[in-house]
């Protein structure tokens, strides 16, 4: 079995398009979460917030014919691939044609533009604005496709469109390709681009926040006085590689993965279970030969609505106590749906390779019916830690656990 290393990371976010800048948001509790006019239109939507990338375009280097397939989810895809591949001292490595390198990569949905031409056809019996591509932009695996024709890779595509465990999972499964020898190099994450139709997808079910006036109040993961969870949008990158391939070209190693745990409730699609989230947890630290008192952060899933909230943190608690520190960037971000698994992980390294971890924004009145846990609430706190754990839950009741282990 291989060692899996993290080589390279990079990605969009609503609170920065890089580390520093996403730092000093969280350093400052300044979220990226903010009142979308353009929804106004949409009769009988409820909510009216949103969390978009800023700044956010695609270099001039990238030709009308590279673009022509991708629509906006997969431009954060490929464009966080080429700076974390680029990061990593593998942007031209003849490795990412040879066979050895794939990609695991999801998202919620493609392009929902693309969506909305094929709709046109179908309720209007017209054809207008469909070409070649249009189905490419809208295919479920559109990100992972457009990474690896644009980069020229040979090896496994493996697409993870589940929802809010699109990112995770795809981490997961690149991590298992590269250990089991299958794979030397990995490509593997999420991303997702904001839409309202995504935004009513909670709103049916009543799971969206309406403090639309009040956009930097919400989302209140955990808190007695949350209303709901926010959408937002991004894409976030991991370069992973055989731990001996790392090594043997010398590259900068952020963090090791040690263990992943994935699973599913088999009961309801909307309706989670703290019974199998724990199980997937326990699958983690077992993957990793780890007991629970050994991760000294866990990065929560922490999306703002009452079912999710409790079942996750009943979950946590059954498995590590009040004792292990924990909070969640949904509070920064909003809920960057297949981007979230990636974007998060990727703090979490960060934050323990600095030695500091960020706070639940908004988090000032625990919720009596979640877990009792260590939250981090009002600032962020400095804390040392080798091991951090970062948990996902979709729906379809699939789960997701990742551990990472401090580079020495």
């Not at 993290?6 to 609503?14: E, K, L």
């Not at 398009?17 to 400052?28: A, C, G, R, V, Y």
């Not at 006019?37 to 990238?62: C, I, Q, S």
């Not at 639940?360 to 080798?386: F, H, K, W």
């Amino acid at each position: 079995m291989c060692r899996v290393v993290v080589t390279g990371i990079a990605g969009f976010s609503p609170i920065g398009n890089d580390w520093p800048t996403i730092s000093q948001h969280l350093k400052e509790m300044k979220t990226g979460i903010k009142r979308i006019d353009e929804w106004d239109k949409y009769e009988e939507l409820n909510t009216r917030l949103g969390a978009p990338v800023v700044d956010f375009e695609m270099p001039p280097h990238y030709k009308r014919k590279d673009l022509r397939s991708m629509g906006r989810v997969a431009q954060l895809a490929v464009r966080s691939t080429e700076l974390a591949l680029e990061q990593a001292g593998l942007l031209n490595d003849p490795v990412l044609t040879s066979g050895e390198t794939g990609v695991a990569y999801g998202s919620s949905a493609g392009d929902t533009g693309a969506v909305a031409d094929f709709g046109n056809m179908l309720l209007n019996h017209s054809c207008d604005g469909l070409n070649a591509n249009s189905y490419i932009k809208m295919m479920a695996h559109t990100s992972p496709v457009n990474i690896g024709i644009y980069f020229g890779l040979k090896g496994r595509v493996l697409t993870t469109s589940s929802a809010c465990t699109s990112g995770s999972q795809a981490i997961g499964y690149a991590y298992e390709a590269i250990k089991s020898g299958q794979q030397t190099v990995m490509v593997a994450g999420g991303c997702e681009a904001l839409c309202a139709t995504e935004a009513a997808v909670f709103d049916t079910l009543y799971a969206t926040s309406i403090k639309n006036d009040t956009p930097h109040l919400s989302p209140r993961p955990f808190d007695k006085d949350r209303d709901g969870l926010v959408i937002g949008e991004g894409g976030c990158t991991l370069i992973l590689e055989s731990l001996d391939h790392a090594q043997a070209r010398g590259a900068s190693i952020h963090a090791e993965l040690v263990g992943f745990g994935t699973n599913s409730d088999g009961s309801h699609v909307t309706q989670p279970s703290a019974d199998t989230m724990e199980k997937a947890i326990r699958l983690a630290l077992s993957g990793a030969d780890l007991e629970p008192e050994t991760i000294g952060y866990i990065s929560a899933h922490g999306t703002a609505t009452e079912r999710g909230d409790i079942a996750e943190t009943t979950a946590t608690a059954s498995v590590f106590g009040n004792t292990t520190p924990i909070s969640s960037l949904k509070s920064f971000t909003g809920h960057t749906l297949g981007a979230c698994g990636a974007l998060e992980s990727w703090v979490a390294i960060e934050m323990m390779n600095e030695g500091w971890f960020h706070a639940t924004a908004n988090l000032t009145d625990v919720e009596p019916s979640c877990g009792q846990l260590d939250y981090i609430m009002r600032e962020p706190r400095l804390l040392l830690t080798d091991y951090v754990m970062s948990n996902n839950f979709a729906f379809g009741g699939i789960n997701t656990s990742l551990i990472f282990k401090r580079w020495q």
